[in-house]
């Protein structure tokens, strides 16, 4: 059974910077890509960075340059490094495996002004 578990959520003030994590248990973990989801109260799911298998990193344009994805393999783990926060990534995280129906409970991300 496919099982990922996020954690890392938190309240921070502008300009400050989260670390996201992903535990993922009951499947292949390094042929897999991973992705990382936001979904912000009143709006749409939203891709947020996605990193295959062989370690390539996809971005949305809002968090481009600001968000770093990572994975390790032998941990099973993918990571979120969220730096220079802004109220606008207020959302609850999730992770999942893409095309797949395995996603993680969420942990929610509140930045303040």
């Known amino acids: 059974q496919v099982q990922l578990v996020e954690s890392g959520g938190g309240l921070v003030q502008a300009g400050g910077s989260l670390r996201l994590s992903c535990a993922a248990s009951?499947?292949?973990?390094?042929?897999?890509?991973i992705a990382w989801y936001r979904q912000a109260p009143g709006k749409q799911r939203e891709l947020v960075a996605l990193i295959s298998n062989g370690m390539n990193t996809n971005y949305a344009d809002s968090v481009k340059g600001r968000f770093t994805i990572s994975r390790d393999n032998a941990k099973k783990m993918s990571y979120l490094h969220m730096n220079s926060l802004k109220p606008e990534d207020t959302a609850v995280y999730y992770c999942?495996?893409?095309?797949?129906?395995?996603w993680g409970q969420g942990t929610q991300v509140t930045v303040s002004s």
């Open positions: 009951g499947l292949m973990f390094s042929i897999k890509a």
């Open positions: 999942t495996i893409p095309g797949s129906r395995n």
